[in-house]
């Protein structure tokens, strides 16, 4: 510093100098930045808790843990929708493999499925998840890619056209569980393809996997009117999803392994849907599959082997 | 060339703080816009309105007499009170236009029949039983009961009819477990088929899906997954 320029020197004592202003507003800078960056946290609403955080594995638990299990899913459910739920951990029944059969002759396209679905799964209502999506064909084609599922007339069916509702197709060689990093979904023994929403990363690869666009993912807290929701719930089934992991039709698992057709099927007014137990050769599934003759699984040529079968009736 | 002086020293350590203290208020506002989120957020999601209730009705859309019973519905039993009007052992007249179309009496106006292409099967006693009106019969002579009538319509469309009863066609409701017959019931003809007009009329819609981001040109699969 030049003795004969002292006033420079008093500058930078006084106020401050360049550097400090650079690190205060970088400072500065900085944390706002950091802030701005954290904010989407605020729309976690529902974090994971530490007991969850802790959870094992499904496979890995005992009857004891489950339980406990159980009991902190009802409580959380009650907590945030002020109803408390039956939650159960249904296990797959022996000798019982199930199969789903849709009537495309039958179809009407009246959607009735998909909001039966939402309202028995408890999905999100607004955004909007629904895990059936009616595609709107002309007669002779089948190419699912450049389906409407838009439509909205006064009145289904409309002349020169066809219904055909697509979910997941519970594939015997399901690609969305090959590529799932954590092993968060599987197939189980009764031919269902479940999820584990509290082992779900929320990767999203099983999304991209699946060939049938069948999984959903919620990119939001569920919402849910308290009075829509469905308190007969399973571990596996429509408990409550949270914000950040995938979910998709399991054939209505609190309702089919308890001995009850999945909802979809209950609210068809037309019965276009079939479902049940293909090693039962009495089953109505059994029957289609062994009398009726044109059977298309959705590409098929993907090596998945759907065990949702459509069908036309004459 | 004209030389101007450097301000003076206080002057420009003035001007420096002033500076300084307007970023920092610069960054605090960039700060509280930040975490109020104010232009991060896409504009916000409109509100999806709830599905009306009746596109969650598992009931058929029409009852049969067996319903009525159950519900012990007068006015409506008041229909299947046939000898109420008609005189017993006597049966009633049918009568044709000049077309040789079949003319319904106005008392039974809420008839409009229809079954079948070209109406081939429009005569009341190919069901009704002229004998006994309270009854329905089939071809063969066997009698059929108002409260079971698919075998009365099993005579005529026997395939449809062993698909029905094989789960097929029409819909089972309760257990996909057929072990037990009182786990699940099946919907009769009647619940789904006017018998007089068979073809199920066509019916509103549920309203389909809510694009995530209300943007009509995005391509439907993208929409919803």
Known sequence: ?314 | MNYSPPSAPNEKAARTNLMLVGIAVGFLVFAALFTKNLWGRVEPRKEIPLVDKKFLETTPWRKTYADFVKAKDKDALEDYDCYGCHEKNKAPPIRYDKAGKILIPKEHSDIVMGHGSHDRNNLCFNCHNEQNLTTLQVRDGREVKFDNIPPLCGSCHGPTYRDWEAGAHGRISGSWNHANEADFTRLSCANCHNPHAPKIPTREPAPGPHLLRANPETHATEATH
Not at chain 1, 141 to 160: F, I, L, R
Not at chain 1, 215 to 244: H, S, W
Not at chain 1, 284 to 296: A, G, M, Q
């Open chain 1, 1 to 314: 510093m030049a003795p004969n320029s002292p006033s420079l020197d008093k500058t930078s004592d006084a106020a401050m100098s360049r550097r400090n202003f650079l690190r205060g507003s970088a400072a500065v800078g900085g944390l706002t930045a950091l802030a701005a960056s954290l904010s989407p946290l605020r729309e976690l609403h529902d974090f994971t808790n530490t007991d969850q955080f802790l959870q094992k594995y499904y496979k890995e638990l005992t009857p004891d843990d489950m339980a406990k299990v159980l009991k902190r899913i009802e409580s959380e459910v009650e907590k945030n929708y002020g109803v408390r739920p039956h939650v159960r951990d249904l296990k797959p029944m022996d000798g019982v493999e199930f199969v789903y059969c849709l009537n495309l002759t039958r179809c009407i396209g009246c959607r009735k499925c998909v909001h039966a679905c939402v309202n028995e799964n408890n999905q999100s209502r607004s955004p909007e998840i629904q895990y059936i999506r009616v595609l709107k064909l002309p007669h002779g084609s089948m190419d699912v890619e450049k389906a409407d599922q838009n439509y909205a007339p006064a009145s289904v069916p409309e002349k020169g056209f066809f219904y055909m509702p697509v979910q997941c197709q519970q594939c015997k060689n399901p690609p969305c569980v090959k590529v799932c990093p954590v092993h968060a979904t599987w197939q189980e023994k009764d031919g269902i393809t479940v999820i584990d929403y509290d082992w779900c990363i929320g990767c999203r690869y099983c999304e991209a996997a699946c060939p049938y666009f069948a999984r959903r993912f919620n990119f939001t807290k569920p919402e849910i009117p308290k009075d829509r929701l469905n308190t007969n719930m399973a571990y596996l089934g429509n408990r409550p999803r949270k914000q950040g992991v995938m979910e998709k039709c399991h054939f209505c698992i609190q309702r089919t392994r308890a001995g009850r057709y999945p909802a979809c099927l209950e609210v068809c007014p037309v019965g276009a849907r079939k479902f049940g137990n293909i090693l039962d050769p009495n089953s109505e599934v059994s029957y289609i599959l062994r009398e009726k003759r044109v059977f298309i699984q959705l590409k098929e040529e993907m090596g998945t082997s759907p065990r949702f079968f459509y069908y036309f009736d004459k």
